[in-house]
């Protein structure tokens, strides 16, 4: 594994986000977690800073810039609000196939809106069917009268009820072996028979909404098609890989820093036998331990996100990323709760929400499970 180290410019765009969160952002969290609110009015705010469209080339009004920035602006988001940090990971999730895989018609007609902030984009994949099989989907394309009619209820969608994008992958057909085929469309929210179904009351990650989205002959042009038909399993993939690990790691060392921010700004503050909790050596070792998480979950997430950027193969390092963020990310937040004593778990403090979202982490873009598999087969195959 290469040393990582930022450019002077990125360390400038991380000081410009975080004074944004700063001042937008942090102060709000609680409450949007409270009410179960997702701030889809500070879309258009992040669009102005470049942060909806980050990797988005400038031709199609992005910021032009890489994955690195990309992790940069979810890290910092999400050192208060991981809520929101998944509401915007997965509106990029969404962004992706579209960029990466779009006709210029497609990509002309769809980034420059979502670049901007000023449309909200999401990905339906999950069905009720179990979202770590993949390949066993039910919702259907059928090509009928030269149209797709696209029928299914997909679970579990971020900006399932915000979204005005909506990329979705059904089965279009069977290989020889009777093994499903996916094609990936793009739908827009007013389609007739595309609506949000029933939204979920999660137990953290509230600053999102998430939900079920159901198509009920929704009839599509073949323009909607993204990508070739019967090819879209590479697509839906590469985005859960490339983009939506990528998002969920970073989301996962912001919540890191919190804790150990939270951790230290309230150890120098309490006052036990006298003087401050930080001369514990218990304490000392929790702080200890939270920094070393932190520092490791950052190297595997952005070391992962520059090779994406050089366009080197990078899946396996974001499984690695995200198994190791999200997991350290719920250890660190119990740590910190337990540091804290009885005001940890008191809600003016804000360690058991992290606590809450770094768990709600681990199913979003694939189960720990689901990235030991797909780590321990590569190291079995000498990857
Ligand atoms: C906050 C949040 C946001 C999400 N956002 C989106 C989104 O925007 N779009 C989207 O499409 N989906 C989204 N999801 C869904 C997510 O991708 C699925 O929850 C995840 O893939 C797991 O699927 P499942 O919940 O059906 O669990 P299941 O697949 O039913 O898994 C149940 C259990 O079985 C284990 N398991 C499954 N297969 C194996 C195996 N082969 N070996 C060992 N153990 C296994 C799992 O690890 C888990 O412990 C989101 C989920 C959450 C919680």
Same mark, same amino acid.
């Given at each position: 594994?290469?040393?990582?180290?930022?450019?002077?410019?990125?360390?400038?765009?991380?000081?410009?986000?975080?004074?944004?969160?700063?001042?937008?952002?942090?102060?709000?969290?609680?409450?949007?977690?409270?009410?179960?609110?997702?701030?889809?009015?500070?879309?258009?705010?992040?669009?102005?800073?470049?942060?909806?469209?980050?990797?988005?080339?400038?031709?199609?009004?992005?910021? !032009?810039?890489?994955?690195?920035?990309?992790?940069?602006?979810?890290?910092?988001?999400?050192?208060?609000?991981?809520?929101?940090?998944?509401?915007?990971?997965?509106?990029?999730?969404?962004?992706?196939?579209?960029?990466?895989?779009?006709?210029?018609?497609?990509?002309?007609?769809?980034?420059?809106?979502?670049?901007?902030?000023?449309?909200?984009?999401?990905?339906?994949?999950?069905?009720?069917?179990?979202?770590?099989? +993949?390949? !066993?989907?039910?919702?259907?394309?059928?090509?009928?009268?030269?149209?797709?009619?696209?029928?299914?209820?997909?679970?579990?969608?971020?900006?399932?009820?915000?979204?005005?994008?909506?990329?979705?992958?059904?089965?279009?057909? /069977?290989?020889?072996?009777?093994?499903?085929?996916?094609?990936? +469309?793009?739908?827009?929210?007013?389609?007739?028979?595309?609506?949000?179904?029933?939204?979920?009351?999660?137990?953290?990650?509230?600053?999102?909404?998430? !939900?079920?989205?159901?198509?009920?002959?929704?009839?599509?042009?073949?323009?909607?098609?993204?990508?070739?038909?019967?090819?879209?399993?590479?697509?839906?993939?590469?985005?859960? /890989?490339?983009?939506?690990?990528?998002?969920?790691?970073?989301?996962?060392?912001?919540?890191?820093?919190?804790?150990?921010?939270?951790?230290?700004?309230?150890?120098?503050?309490?006052?036990?036998?006298?003087?401050?909790?930080?001369?514990?050596?218990?304490? /000392?070792?929790?702080?200890?331990?939270?920094?070393?998480?932190?520092?490791?979950?950052?190297?595997?997430?952005?070391?992962?996100?520059?090779?994406?950027?050089?366009?080197?193969?990078?899946?396996?390092?974001?499984?690695?990323?995200?198994? +190791?963020?999200?997991?350290?990310?719920?250890?660190?937040?119990?740590?910190?709760?337990?540091?804290?004593?009885?005001?940890?778990?008191?809600?003016?403090?804000?360690?058991?929400? +992290?606590?809450?979202?770094?768990?709600?982490?681990?199913?979003?873009?694939?189960?720990?499970?689901? /990235?030991?598999?797909?780590?321990?087969?590569?190291?079995?195959?000498?990857?």
């Amino acid at each position: 594994m290469g040393f990582f180290q930022f450019t002077e410019e990125q360390e400038m765009l991380r000081k410009a986000v975080r004074e944004f969160v700063e001042a937008e952002i942090a102060p709000h969290a609680a409450e949007w977690d409270e009410k179960h609110y997702c701030p889809v009015e500070l879309f258009p705010k992040m669009g102005e800073m470049g942060i909806t469209g980050i990797f988005v080339p400038e031709e199609y009004g992005g910021a !032009g810039l890489g994955h690195v920035e990309r992790a940069i602006c979810l890290e910092e988001i999400s050192r208060y609000s991981a809520g929101l940090g998944i509401a915007l990971m997965t509106h990029h999730l969404g962004i992706a196939p579209i960029l990466y895989f779009g006709t210029d018609e497609q990509k002309q007609k769809y980034l420059p809106d979502l670049a901007a902030g000023k449309k909200i984009c999401g990905l339906s994949v999950t069905e009720p069917g179990g979202g770590s099989d +993949f390949m !066993g989907l039910k919702a259907t394309g059928e090509f009928k009268d030269g149209q797709w009619v696209i029928n299914g209820r997909k679970c579990f969608i971020t900006n399932a009820s915000v979204a005005d994008v909506d990329i979705w992958a059904v089965v279009t057909g /069977q290989d020889e072996k009777g093994r499903a085929l996916m094609t990936v +469309f793009i739908i827009d929210k007013d389609t007739p028979g595309h609506a949000p179904g029933r939204e979920e009351n999660k137990i953290g990650l509230n600053g999102s909404s998430t !939900g079920d989205v159901i198509c009920n002959d929704v009839v599509l042009g073949e323009e909607a098609v993204l990508g070739e038909v019967n090819k879209g399993a590479k697509i839906a993939l590469s985005a859960i /890989q490339e983009i939506g690990r990528a998002g969920m790691a970073a989301i996962s060392v912001g919540i890191l820093r919190g804790c150990l921010e939270e951790g230290v700004k309230f150890s120098n503050e309490r006052i036990l036998y006298g003087k401050p909790l930080n001369r514990l050596q218990a304490i /000392q070792f929790i702080i200890a331990e939270n920094r070393v998480a932190y520092e490791a979950a950052k190297l595997l997430t952005y070391h992962a996100a520059s090779l994406k950027d050089a366009g080197k193969p990078c899946a396996n390092e974001f499984s690695m990323a995200k198994l +190791f963020a999200t997991e350290a990310a719920i250890e660190a937040a119990k740590k910190t709760i337990d540091l804290m004593g009885g005001y940890g778990c008191i809600n003016e403090y804000p360690v058991g929400r +992290f606590l809450r979202d770094a768990i709600a982490t681990i199913p979003a873009g694939g189960t720990s499970h689901i /990235q030991k598999i797909i780590i321990a087969g590569n190291a079995i195959r000498g990857n």
